[in-house]
Each structure stands twice: as C-alpha cells, then as structure tokens.
C-alpha cells in the first residue's frame, strides 16, 4: 500500500514562532487532508486540499498541495499555547482496491511559554 | 448534534476474552471505518463500511469482526482478545468513500491484560 513520510517526528518551539511539518509519499495522490488531535480526543479535520498545487488557509494554518501530487505542507504561524497536539496528515490514491485514506504517522507538537 | 459517539471510553479485558466496541453517528454517513492508534505509527484502518449491510477489510482486519446492521451503527468485536490488541480504537464517518474528510469520535482506550 500507499506509505507516508511524515517530519518532523517531533517539534518542541517557542511560542510565537512558525513552524512547519510536510508529507511525503512516493505514490500520487488525489487528495491531502490536514488533522489534528489533542490529548484524549480524536483526530479533527483542519484542511482539505483537492488538487495540485493547491494553496489553503484556515486562521493561523496554511497548507498546499504539491505540484507533484506527491507531498503536503502545513504552517502554523505566529503559534500560541493552544497549538499543542499531534499534526496528522493523511492521502487518498484513487488506484485499485486502494479506496481508504493512509495516515501519516504524525508529528507531535509542543509549544513552549 | 453528536456527529460520532464511541462508547466504552475506556475497558481493560483479560487476554482471551470478548467485547464489542460501539460506534454511533448522527451525521447520516454512509461510510464509517474503525482504526487503531499505536504510538508512533499513526491511524491503521481495520474495517470499513460503505453503506448499512457492507463491511470490508482494511490494512490489520486479523482478530477483528465487524458489523454495520444500521446505518448509524458500526461495531467492532473482538473474540478473543489479545495483548497486541492493546491499542486507542478510533471510529470515524463520512459522507462518501474515498477523499470525503472524515469524522472522528474520542478513541476507546483498550487494554488487554
């Protein structure tokens, strides 16, 4: 099946700064999602993207869709307490009985006061 | 509104023994899926539903069983429970299959001992 490269693993930033996490694959992909999940919770839609290149913002995230439909960014900027969590990205390849999401193994956020 | 409930939120069984977790969704998804969640390894989807009746396998379906008899419903059992069965057991919905974004509940926390 489709695999994800997901970096950082782990992030540890001061509050106020940007960051950025990308996915990688080595497979196309038709769709990138963006979640979220905070302690105790599941994961929560940030971003959807639909087509290459593509470029969305939601509040303070941004993320794009690679002109090679093989990677995705997220930005966070100005980061704030609240910001804390694991960052999951996930891809959909419309190919064979691939009909399911594959999830990235996530990058751990820790925002530092 | 509800969107997706999962109940128990926590369980701890004794290896060998059965339960069966509970997913309800209020949203009128068709597509629902059941994941587990092991540290460092992200979401791996062990069953899916596209509609009431149909269930499929995912990437790790071994030592699961599924059920979709409501469309609001979507069990996951375990027969004989294993300690590599230990894990966060995600539930998620959507409208449609493939790149529609998905819904999540908050995670059963199992334990098998």
């Known amino acids: 099946g489709q695999q994800l490269n997901q970096s950082p693993q782990s992030m540890f930033i001061q509050e106020g700064e940007d960051v950025s996490m990308n996915c990688t694959s080595s497979?196309?992909?038709?769709?990138w999602l963006w979640y979220k999940q905070d302690p105790g919770e599941g994961p929560v839609l940030l971003i959807a993207?639909?087509?290459?290149?593509e470029l969305t913002s939601n509040g303070r995230l941004t993320a794009q869709f690679g002109i090679t439909r093989k990677d995705s960014f997220l930005n966070i900027s100005a980061s704030i307490p609240s910001d804390v969590g694991i960052y999951f990205c996930a891809g959909f390849h419309l190919s064979g009985s691939a009909r399911q999401l594959t999830f990235g193994s996530g990058t751990q956020l820790t925002v530092l006061p | 509104n509800a969107g997706v409930t999962q109940t128990p939120k926590f369980r701890v069984l004794k290896t060998g023994q059965s339960m069966t977790l509970l997913c309800a969704q209020d949203m009128n998804h068709e597509y629902m899926y059941w994941y587990r969640q092991d540290p460092g390894m992200g979401l791996r989807l062990i069953h899916y539903?596209?509609?009431?009746?149909?269930?499929a396998k995912g990437e790790v379906p071994d030592g699961y069983n599924v059920s979709r008899l409501k469309k609001q419903n979507f069990l996951l059992g375990l027969e004989s429970a294993a300690p590599s069965q230990t894990s966060v057991y995600f539930c998620?919905?959507?409208?449609?299959?493939?790149?529609?974004?998905?819904?999540f509940g908050d995670g059963t926390r199992l334990s098998i001992l």
């Open positions: 497979s196309i992909f038709n769709t």
């Open positions: 539903s596209v509609g009431e009746g149909t269930t």
């Open positions: 998620a919905s959507s409208l449609g299959g493939g790149n529609q974004p998905q819904h």
């Open positions: 993207l639909y087509k290459a290149g």
